[in-house]
């Protein structure tokens, strides 16, 4: 039988020591148990807005190199003459050799032997530790060639803005080696390796690579962990390093990574000679770009389109830009919108980019890419544009296996590899706009 309290005989007996109040949460905590769920939830963004406008060749690579010939020049042996006149001297087509070097991108992870028993089954782990590093090192390698796919083939993630003598604090601007003081940090992050290069000649500043600590919430500073070396001089190139010991620069991204937009759609900005074709001596090979454009408007948009298929035969399919270039060009129809509902009772100043569809100039379909440069809108015919496959993507197991054990070490690692490069047989069927005018909202958080 239970035995239940009286209060009013213990507190006559005197025992007025007993105090009984409402049990709190703080009270119960030991008793509680924490509910896990049964995934990982993965938050990072990792779009991609480019890579489906390219038609996919492979087995074409000879060497390290595609190598075919490209029609530059026309044969201009032609001219209207009299009765029994002069006939003009003949000429013929210009031709040159495109050549596409190759372009390798690799991934890595390393696991003990202790974490892959550990997290074997559900009873252990959310998710077994080899198939969430597996998974998540290709997200993340995409993730890169995405960058990759905007810039120009050079790997700068941005420029020492300033000379930092021996501090651990870099000052940067002009992100992917684009002219801007917003946001120089936004593709450098923390636990990234990163060397300095002299931009006058390549090298590797002797001083080596360095280990990203953090970036600052402005922006525009970065912090390493060890004393930045004498020789970082301001404007040098920022790109990624194999390793924080890294001395060489062959063992950097400079001059390693795949042909971007910045390159494939120039004037000679960025790329004067592009596969083999000096643009210079081909301006037919250069793309026509709009320079320092300010305020968009339609008129220099639709200039854009009239002039890609006047120089290239081009007609423009995509536009591609950053989101704040297209909040511009939102701006720009701001005038034209209608705020108002079905029943005039339930005004809506958005479009249908505030859900991330696309919107369009033309009825052509405008996408946004975080990885856009700041202040550009690319405006692309993808009839030329080829990428060149050697290896789609895979886990390397050469030796007949994936997994390959570390020496001295009870521990594994596996490489993932992807060998390609783009390009971009009529650069003129496209066009560009610089310097759009453009508010950027600066979040490095990804």
């Known amino acids: 039988m239970y035995a239940f309290l009286n209060l009013d005989v213990l507190f006559a007996s005197g025992l007025g020591f007993l105090i009984l109040g409402a049990l709190d949460i703080s009270a119960y905590d030991a008793v509680l148990k924490d509910v896990y769920e049964k995934t990982i939830i993965d938050i990072l963004n990792s779009k991609t807005a480019l890579l489906d406008m390219f038609q996919k060749e492979t087995g074409m690579w000879e060497g390290r190199q595609v190598i075919y010939p490209l029609n530059l020049g026309r044969n201009q042996g032609v001219m209207a003459t009299t009765e029994n006149g002069t006939l003009p001297d003949a000429g013929s087509q210009q031709y040159v050799q495109t050549k596409i070097p190759i372009r390798f991108n690799h991934a890595r992870i390393q696991l003990s032997i202790q974490v892959i028993k550990a ?24 993730h890169d060639r995405n960058r990759q796919m905007f810039g120009w083939g ?36 923390a636990n990234m390796n990163v060397a300095f290069i002299n931009p006058s000649n390549g090298a590797i500043r002797s001083g080596g690579a360095r280990a990203v600590s953090s ?37 950097t991204a400079y001059n390693n990574e795949c042909m971007g937009a910045l390159g494939l759609f120039d004037d000679t900005t960025y790329v004067t000679t592009l596969n083999n074709v ?59 919108r209608r705020y108002s509902g079905g029943d005039l009772q339930s005004p809506d100043a958005g479009t249908k980019a505030a859900k991330m569809k696309e919107v369009t100039f033309g009825d ?46 009870d521990a594994y690692e596996a490489r993932f590899r992807i060998f390609d490069n783009f390009s971009n047989d009529r650069p003129a069927a496209s066009v560009r706009w610089d310097g759009i005018t453009a508010t950027v909202v600066v979040v490095n958080r990804d």
């Open 215 to 251: 970036i600052g919430s402005d922006g525009t500073t970065f912090v390493i962990g060890s004393a930045c070396d004498a020789a970082v001089a301001d404007n040098d190139y920022i790109v990624r390093a194999a390793k924080s010991t890294t001395a060489v620069v062959g063992d």
């Open 364 to 409: 052509i379909p405008w996408r946004v890419d975080k990885m856009a440069p700041y202040g550009i809108l690319f405006g692309i015919d993808p009839s030329y544009l080829t990428r060149w496959v050697e290896v789609e993507g895979e886990w390397a197991d050469d030796d007949g296996t994936i997994l390959l054990r570390l020496q001295d070490k």
């Open 119 to 142: 997290s074997k089954s559900s009873k252990g782990a959310w998710k077994r530790a080899m198939d969430q590093e597996m998974k998540g090192v290709v997200r993340d390698l995409t």
């Open 154 to 189: 050079l790997g700068v993630l941005a420029l020492v803005n300033t000379d930092p003598g021996t501090g651990t604090t870099i000052t940067v601007d002009a992100p992917m080696g684009v002219a801007g003081a917003t946001n120089g940090a936004r593709f450098i992050r």
């Open 278 to 336: 000096n643009r210079t001596t081909y301006p037919v090979f250069q793309t026509y770009t709009f320079a320092s454009v300010g305020p968009l408007s339609g008129d220099i948009i639709q200039r854009g389109c009239d002039v890609a298929e006047q120089t290239g035969e081009g007609e423009l399919k995509y536009f591609v830009s950053h989101h704040s270039v297209r909040r511009a060009y939102l701006t720009l129809m701001e005038s034209d």
